[in-house]
């Protein structure tokens, strides 16, 4: 046998095999934010710049660009240079029916093509959502991906900068270190002595995060109540056992997790009187320009997030947040996505005190069961823990389900999406 023939034939599978899983991870994805408005506007948005990416990285291939507009039916020509020539002063060139668009106009006009059409499949997919329903094994699956995160798990680990944080370093941790949607919840608790029910799971959960120990957190929760013309006994009854609680002391005893910045920003949105959620998604803009000065960031750079805030980029616009207050390079191609709130914080303390090495040997964690092959459209490898139980347990606490999916059902999920798409 040619061993040319052999390399190219294994090459040729692990291309079918990678376009397999990217078609199959795409259509999951589909059923899983076909749901709500908001949830198609976020996956269209994301569809649309990975589709960009894809597009520019094959700019310098004009045959590949060629054959991917005759297969999808855009007839596009190219034209002569004295056609050029005309262009050079107008964006497009009108000519026997024809429109002439520059090159570098091409990605913008087939990228809105793309959106028009998935936005279309979606709203077709919606429709027929309650077909899939009737399978139940699929359903829990599809009603909790969007929350699912792929980051470090900080609900068991301590913190990597610290010791310990007692309740008096809280507040200058928080002028130092917080995230700005942390930060708009600890001074909300100062001024108000009080947050809602979520505002104290989101902060709750963060402070665990960092390292707060379950003492440290009863007392800073106790101080602030207290002073909001609050008895100790009541405290105690009524909001002590939720802290615990969230420390797995009370009820199922669940070692809780803090919240990523995705199940911030696609939860509970607030209501009145609420304080949680992502400011960047969250907050009106005159609110968010204002939280943002009083971090010190100048106007050129808030103008800079406001534009990543307006793209529906909340957390590439934390993270020029994060880069403007730390003196970062804000350039485009440097500014880390934040993923994570305690992420915020342990890279601002190490950023702040580099003399205080890292510990961690915690793995990163992927929050789906152990034998699933699912990925994301854009989603890099990202390994698993050693433990099966450690794995099972996080999905009983995120989707407070018991049982996995098989890959078998993307065969089934595939053939479901076919014959919406057909009809």
């Given at each position: 046998m040619n061993s040319d023939n052999l390399s190219t034939s294994t090459n040729g599978e692990a291309v079918f095999e990678d376009c397999r899983k990217d078609h199959i991870s795409h259509f999951i994805l589909r059923l899983a934010y076909c749901k709500s408005d908001d949830l198609r506007h976020w996956y269209i948005q994301q569809e649309v710049d990975l589709f960009r990416f894809r597009f520019l990285r094959e700019s310098d291939n004009s045959t590949s660009i060629k054959a991917f507009l005759a297969q999808n039916g855009f007839n596009f020509k190219a034209i002569s240079q004295e056609e050029k020539q005309?262009?050079?002063?107008?964006?497009?060139?009108?000519?026997?029916?024809?429109?002439?668009?520059?090159s570098s106009e091409l990605l913008s006009l087939v990228a809105n093509v793309f959106r028009l059409e998935l936005s279309k499949a979606l709203a077709r997919t919606a429709r027929m959502f309650p077909v899939i329903e009737e399978q139940q094994r699929l359903l829990w699956m599809l009603n909790h991906i969007n929350e699912w995160y792929l980051g470090d798990d900080y609900g068991n680990k301590k913190s990597k900068t610290r010791d310990g944080i007692t309740a008096d370093m809280i507040n200058p941790l928080c002028q130092e270190s917080f995230p700005p949607c942390m930060q708009h919840l600890h001074y909300a608790l100062k001024a108000d002595?009080?947050?809602?029910?979520?505002?104290?799971?989101?902060?709750?959960?963060?402070?665990?995060?960092?390292?707060?120990?379950?003492?440290?957190?009863?007392?800073?929760?106790?101080?602030?109540?207290?002073?909001?013309?609050?008895?100790?006994?009541k405290f105690d009854k009524q909001y002590a056992y939720a802290i615990r609680h969230n420390y797995g002391k009370e009820g199922k005893r669940t070692n809780y997790t803090p919240y990523s910045c995705m199940k911030i920003i696609m939860g509970n949105p607030p209501g009145a009187g609420d304080q949680h959620g992502c400011p960047f998604r969250h907050t009106r803009t005159d609110v968010l320009v204002q939280q943002l000065k009083a971090m010190k960031i100048s106007s050129t750079q808030v103008d800079e997030v406001l534009v990543k805030v307006k793209s529906n980029h909340y957390q590439h616009a934390c993270g020029m947040c994060f880069a403007a207050v730390h003196k970062q390079s804000s350039a485009e191609d440097t500014v880390l996505a934040i993923d994570h709130p305690n992420q915020y914080f342990e890279l601002s303390q190490k950023i702040l005190h580099p003399q205080k090495p890292s510990t961690?040997?915690?793995?990163?964690?992927?929050?789906?069961?152990?034998?699933?092959?699912?990925?994301?459209?854009?989603?890099?490898?990202?390994?698993?823990?050693?433990?099966?139980?450690?794995?099972?347990?996080?999905?009983?606490?995120e989707a407070e389900l018991d049982e996995g999916w098989e890959n078998d059902d993307l065969d089934e999920i595939m053939s479901g999406v076919a014959s919406m798409e057909s009809m």
């Open positions: 005309k262009l050079r002063k107008e964006l497009v060139y009108l000519k026997c029916g024809y429109a002439y668009v520059p002595h009080h947050l809602k029910h979520f505002g104290r799971l989101q902060f709750g959960l963060f402070l665990k995060g960092i390292g707060v120990s379950l003492e440290e957190a009863l007392k800073f929760w106790r101080s602030e109540f207290i002073k909001g013309n609050m008895d100790v006994d961690s040997t915690i793995p990163r964690t992927m929050r789906t069961p152990q034998n699933a092959t699912l990925q994301t459209s854009c989603a890099s490898d990202v390994p698993g823990t050693d433990s099966e139980t450690n794995t099972n347990k996080k999905i009983k606490q």
